[in-house]
C-alpha cells in the first residue's frame, strides 16, 4: 500500500461493511495495518455481528447499532492494552463482519447411489436430492472452528462439507425408516424434519444454524423406472385382446385419412387385415357375466337361535341343528344353561321343551347323579 493510501487510512474514522454479494459469510475490514483509531465509529448493520480480534486473541462481539471505539465501550480491550489519542494505535485490531441472514437454496445430494432393502423390490439403489439454509449463529465459534484467517469465507468454501454430512445422516435414516420405495413421496416432510432434527446440533458445534432442510426427490435407477413404467403400463392397458382391437381400428382410420401414404395394394392389403379383425371380433360371443358367489341363505323365520355356557364361557348362537351336533358329540347335555332372546335367566337345556327331541334318544341321567 502506497504513502497516500495509508494517508486517507489514518483519517478514515468509520468502520463498516455493505455486502454486494450473495454468498459472503465472513468479510475482514481491511485496514492499513490493521490499526484501529481511538473514538472511531463502528456500524454494526442488521444481519450483521462483529467481532474484534486483537493480537490474535478474540476481544469483543458487536450486535447491530453504531459505537464509538473508546476504552470504555470496550471493557476486554481495556483489559488487554490501554488506548491513547493520535494516528498511532497503541495496539493492532482486525475487524470481521459476520453476515446473520439466512443463505437460502443450498442444495444437497447424493454422488452415488444408496443401497437398501425394499420389502416389495428387494436390493434397489436411491438417488435423493433437496435443498437447505444455512445462518450464522455464534460468530466467535464460528471464526474459531471454520473461518480462521479467512478475509472473506463464502458459502462455496464450506458447502461439499454441509453437503456430505446431510447425505451420510440421510442415508442412516432412510435405511432405518423401512418405507417402501412407492411410499416415500408421501413422506418427503416426515424425512426432511427428522433429518433436520438429526444433524441441526452438528451445525451448531461449528456455530451454524440449520432453519430449514427439505428432501425434494427420491428417485430409482433409470434401468429400474424403465422396468416400472412397463409394469405400470400393462396394468393401464388391461386387456390385451381389446387393445390390440383398438390399435386395429386406429391403423384403419389413419390409411383411410391418408390413402396417398402408401401403394394401393398395401393400403388395400391392410384394409381387409383391419377389416377380417374386426369380424372377428364382432363375431366372439361375449363373455358370460360374472355371477356372485352363493351367499347362505338366513335362518327361518320364528327359529330360536341359543347361546350355550361351555366351559364357563358363553358360546353361540347356535340353530337347532348345531345344538343337535353339540349333543351328540357331548358338549351340550340336559344340565348345560343356555339361553335365548326372551329369557330372564340362563336354564338349564333339560328344563326347556324345544330340546325334548334334541335329547329324545339318549337315555336319561342315571338315578342319584
Not at 483509531?37 to 463502528?42: M, N, Q, R, T, V
Not at 323365520?301 to 347356535?318: E, H, I, K, S
Not at 351328540?328 to 347335555?333: A, D, I, M, S
Request: proline share 8%.
Amino acid at each position: 500500500m502506497g504513502l497516500w493510501d495509508k494517508l486517507m487510512g489514518e483519517f478514515v474514522d468509520v468502520i463498516q461493511w455493505t455486502d454486494d454479494s450473495n454468498d459472503t459469510l465472513v468479510y475482514r475490514f481491511e485496514r492499513h495495518g490493521n490499526e484501529i483509531k481511538y473514538g472511531a465509529k463502528l456500524t454494526v448493520r442488521e444481519g450483521q455481528v462483529a467481532v474484534f480480534v486483537n493480537e490474535g486473541q478474540l476481544a469483543d462481539t458487536f450486535q447491530p447499532g453504531m459505537y464509538e471505539l473508546k476504552t470504555n465501550n470496550l471493557p476486554i480491550l481495556s483489559t488487554l492494552q490501554a488506548w491513547q489519542h493520535g494516528f498511532e494505535s497503541p495496539f493492532k485490531a482486525e475487524v470481521y463482519f459476520f453476515s446473520t441472514r439466512r443463505f437460502t437454496d443450498l442444495k444437497w445430494g447424493t454422488q452415488n447411489p444408496v443401497m437398501l432393502r425394499d420389502p416389495e423390490f428387494g436390493p434397489i439403489r436411491l438417488r435423493a436430492f433437496g435443498s437447505y439454509t444455512i445462518r450464522v449463529k455464534d460468530a466467535p465459534t464460528f471464526l474459531r472452528e471454520i473461518v480462521g484467517t479467512d478475509g472473506r469465507f463464502t458459502t462455496e468454501e464450506i458447502t461439499n462439507q454441509l453437503r456430505n454430512m446431510i447425505v451420510a445422516r440421510f442415508a442412516n435414516i432412510l435405511g432405518q425408516s423401512k418405507i417402501p420405495a412407492l411410499d416415500l413421496a408421501g413422506n418427503y416432510d416426515q424425512l426432511g424434519q427428522f433429518l433436520q432434527q438429526r444433524i441441526a446440533p452438528e451445525f451448531e458445534a461449528v456455530g451454524l444454524e440449520l432453519p430449514n432442510l427439505l428432501v425434494e426427490n427420491i428417485s430409482l435407477p433409470k434401468e429400474v423406472e424403465a422396468a416400472l413404467d412397463k409394469r405400470s403400463s400393462m396394468g393401464i392397458v388391461g386387456n390385451l385382446d381389446q387393445y390390440t382391437q383398438f390399435q386395429a381400428a386406429e391403423a384403419l382410420r389413419d390409411a383411410a385419412a391418408n390413402p396417398g401414404g402408401g401403394s394401393e395394394a398395401l393400403n388395400m392389403g391392410l384394409g381387409l387385415a383391419m377389416a377380417q379383425r374386426l369380424n372377428e371380433t364382432l363375431a366372439r360371443p361375449a363373455a358370460p357375466a360374472p355371477q356372485p358367489a352363493p351367499v347362505a341363505p338366513p335362518p327361518l323365520p320364528g327359529a330360536n337361535r341359543y347361546f350355550v355356557a361351555l366351559n364357563n364361557q358363553q358360546t353361540g348362537p347356535f340353530g337347532l341343528d348345531a345344538l343337535q351336533q353339540q349333543v351328540q358329540g357331548g358338549q351340550l347335555t340336559r344340565a348345560t344353561p343356555v339361553w335365548t332372546q326372551g329369557m330372564a335367566n340362563w336354564t338349564p337345556a333339560g328344563e326347556i321343551a324345544e330340546f325334548n327331541a334334541l335329547f329324545a334318544n339318549l337315555p336319561p341321567p342315571l338315578p342319584g347323579a
